[in-house]
């Protein structure tokens, strides 16, 4: 295990982004699970950076929303689903088909 200290959350940011575009370039298939919330704010704006500059491409990635909230539908305006959407997948090339999450307001939650 690599453990690494940054002094910015900018700092950061760069570093997570520039990982994912590394994967991306060797595996562009890969299946990314992908947070909402404050925390990846950074990392999406970077991702959005590089892969305007040809820097990384989502094209062939497929990527699932990690959480939701209990009782909206994806399309709710403070559903994960969405927040993901605007932050990262409509800016990256990455498919509405590509990327997948959990309906909040499933009649069986159990099985969603």
Known sequence: MEIRVFTTSEELARAVARRVAETLRQRPDVVLGLPAGRTPIGVYAELRRLAAAGEADFSRATAFALDEFVGIEHTH????????????????????????????????????
Do not use: C, T, Y
């Open 77 to 112: 305006p403070a559903s994960f689903h969405r927040f993901i959407r605007e932050h990262l997948i409509e800016h990256v090339g990455l498919s509405r088909e590509r990327f997948h999450g959990l309906n909040g307001a499933a009649d069986d939650l159990q099985a969603e």
